[in-house]
């Protein structure tokens, strides 16, 4: 097969690509000792896609054999060509990027799902003897890989796996009014297979401990005062902010559609204690939660400098909005599945930590709020967001006080990224969920702890 979507490409004068793909997935929960999903998908199929003259051309069928091969490259050239004929866009070609060829050789056998039922019930177990007080308690296993083959008139020839598992216990309580409380931790996990990380539920039992706690001190919580405060936000809430907030503003397609980073590259957007950047797949010298070597135009993935000292530098590409931009491309362009086309995606973005301690950043406020925990965030190309808070603390005089009730923050991202004046020294990584863009996608979100100003709700 690959011999033979080799020799199709031979020739072709214009862009194209043929990518199959298998995504298979895995999910297992636990709700009160009871197993109440036991699931596994296999979808999988061929595509390709055709570039000419600023029209594509996109084709796919789940049949992946030689005569599918040959009908989605023709049904892509095709339809390239009927656009191209109608809209006469006559753009010039896209860029040439260099080969890249990655070759798997063997794969690890299936990991049997006994294997996350028998760990899921074991977690379980220990939560109902150690805390039976709780009203409610979930333990979820979820494991997918994504295998794809792409070949690129570009010359490139890659044969990737990208596999991610993870383990999530929700813990549920009453405060004394009666009211329902919840909270949930990722466990472990990240890149690789669930022998990976998960080999004892032991190593795993302070972690729900701690989440516990954190549930009781939020039975007792109350509500922040509302307004603009001084706030730090923890790991998991920049790295959200990154995300959500600038993220998606600097994605080439949104600033062609009037993103707020259309008209503010080159120009301050930031406190010059910011940094950002869209990792491919190494952070600091070490490897990112979800590392990427090629994506699904054939370019090989290099980091992207989004933020330098607080200043607006660059976008995240595909190969037609590099030559819109005069950007070089560094591998944005990603698909969830085989009949999905590559959009301009992140990969890992984080916000680069700074050179304070956590305990310093505390200490130098009087009145305001440490927030710990979001479920949930969402932004438009603006930059103005809204991110839900389900666990924090009040600061009262540089000391942790009494834990907060649900509540919310709210603020325009390039606005309240020049309040920051302290970064911590640590940059935590989180990667167990997806971004929403049109298609779902995996993706790696981090940073450190960041002070800032910002709106926050009341009761």
Not at 15 to 30: D, Y
Not at 198 to 218: A, N, Q
Request: some cysteine; glycine content about 10%; overall charge negative.
């Amino acid at each position: 097969m690959q011999d033979h979507i080799a020799s199709l490409l031979d020739g072709e004068s214009c862009h194209a690509e043929i990518r199959a793909q298998t995504t298979e997935e895995v999910k297992i929960s636990v709700v009160g000792g009871n197993l109440v999903a036991n699931a596994s998908s296999e979808t999988g199929g061929v595509c390709a896609r055709v570039y000419q003259n600023g029209s594509w051309g996109f084709a796919s069928c789940a049949d992946y054999n030689q005569e599918s091969v040959c009908s989605v490259l023709k049904e892509a050239k095709d339809n390239a060509a009927f656009l191209d004929n109608r809209l006469k866009k006559g753009k010039e070609g896209l860029p040439g990027t260099a080969p890249y060829h990655e070759k798997l050789e063997t794969l690890p056998p299936p990991i049997p799902r006994k294997c996350y039922i028998d760990f899921a019930m074991e977690l379980d177990g220990y939560i109902a003897k150690t805390y039976p007080k709780l009203t409610g308690r979930r333990v979820v296993a979820v494991a997918e890989k994504f295998e794809k083959l792409l070949y690129t008139t570009s010359g490139t020839q890659a044969h990737t796996v990208a596999p991610r598992v993870y383990v999530y216990v929700f813990l549920s309580a009453e405060t004394k009014d009666g009211e329902t409380l919840e909270l949930f931790e990722v466990l472990d996990g990240g890149h690789g297979y669930f022998p990976d990380y998960f080999t004892s539920t032991e190593k795993y039992y302070g972690i729900i401990d701690k989440l516990y706690h954190e549930l009781m001190d939020k039975t007792e919580g109350i509500f922040p005062q509302a307004g603009t405060a001084d706030v730090i936000l923890a790991p998991s809430l920049s790295g959200m902010l990154a995300h959500e907030a600038v993220g998606h503003t600097v994605e080439a397609d949104m600033v062609t559609g009037g993103s707020v980073a259309g008209y503010n590259l080159g120009k301050q957007v930031a406190s010059p204690l910011v940094n950002m950047v869209d990792f491919a797949h190494t952070a600091l010298g070490k490897p990112t939660p979800l590392p990427i070597l090629v994506d699904d135009e054939g370019t090989a993935c290099e980091d992207e400098v989004l933020i330098r000292d607080g200043i607006l530098v660059g976008y995240m590409n595909n190969l037609e909005s590099s030559v819109r931009y005069q950007m070089k491309p560094r591998g944005n362009a990603r698909a969830f599945a085989f009949s999905d086309e590559p959009l301009i995606r992140m990969r890992n973005t984080a916000i680069l930590p700074g050179k304070d301690k956590l305990e310093d950043m505390i200490a130098s406020i009087d009145n305001g709020y440490f927030l710990t925990r979001t479920g949930n965030g969402q932004a438009d190309t603006t930059g103005e967001f809204m991110f839900g808070i389900n666990m924090g603390y009040e600061i009262k005089n540089g000391k942790l006080g009494k834990a907060l009730r649900d509540t919310t923050i709210s603020g325009v991202a390039f606005d309240m990224l020049k309040t920051v004046t302290m970064l911590s020294d640590e940059l935590v990584w989180e990667s167990s969920g997806y971004c929403g863009k049109k298609q779902p996608m995996p993706v790696g979100i981090g940073g450190p702890a960041v002070k800032c100003k910002v709106s926050i709700g009341g009761q």
